[in-house]
């Protein structure tokens, strides 16, 4: 049997500082908005024509606040054209004037939305992850409301919570050095995979939660607990120990079918699903992570910092 709760302060520095890390990288590079949030046009392209080059397509639209970006993709060279809202009038002209300096062209996209709207996009998405973490915090409470017993329901909650932030925020900062680096955006497709990461996450870490309620109601039956006597920190320590590894197995198992299946999606699905999926492959590992070393060990924590 693993000794996972007695290594806990190894397993708290390492998410301490990917924690602190994730956190500078936020605040000092900050995130690249995508048109969903804040506004604009992207309109993705690619010529019949091989060998335009970047530098050409940029002088028709000179004058225009935009940023040209170019990559090969399929075996084609496309065009990305990002600015501030376009209209159809100036979408139409400049689709002329491509087509009659570089030749036939396939529009592979073409997004418009307006700032009010992306504004209104960005404050839903904030609360929906507000919503999410609240309520996640109440059911986990009320699921675990007979399981008072060392420790109080709502601390089941918390803990569910706490490791929710660690779980979203080093995503988050890896998608801030990939906006620096590769000018990558936070656009509705994050917000969904921090969902899905937190879903993935709470329900991790629920089924361990599950197997140690259910292994004190069995101590405490065999012991004959009173309700107003506190095991000791460490028959707690040593029952959450075995809870943890005996869903060792199923965790890893669940979290590796995931992961197989979104490996295959990075390496034979299309580019533009590329960070979504890889956004939620890097959740998963440390949802998975979290949910075995973190979220039983702090309950471990407070029952212990509680007796002092």
Known sequence: MLNIVGHKKVFFIISGLLIIFAVITIIVLGFKSGIDLKGGTEWQFVFEREGVEKSAVEKVFEGKDV????????????????SVFFEEKDHVAYAGILKEQFG????????SIGPAVGRELQEKALWAIVFVLLGISFYVAFAFRRASWPIRSWKYGVVTVLTLFHDVLIPAGFIAIMGKLN??????????????IMGFSVHDTIVVFDRIRENLKFVKEVKSYKKDEAASATDFASIVNRSVNETLPRSINTSLTLVLMLLALIFFGPYTLYYFVLVILIGTVIGTYSSIFIASTLLVAWHSWQKY
């Open 183 to 196: 000018g990558v955006e936070v656009d509705v497709n994050f917000i969904v995979a921090i969902l899905v």
């Open 67 to 82: 940023t040209i970006l170019s990559r090969d993709v399929d075996d084609t060279h496309t065009f990305l054209v990002r």
């Open 104 to 111: 036939p062209f396939e529009e592979l996209r073409f997004e």
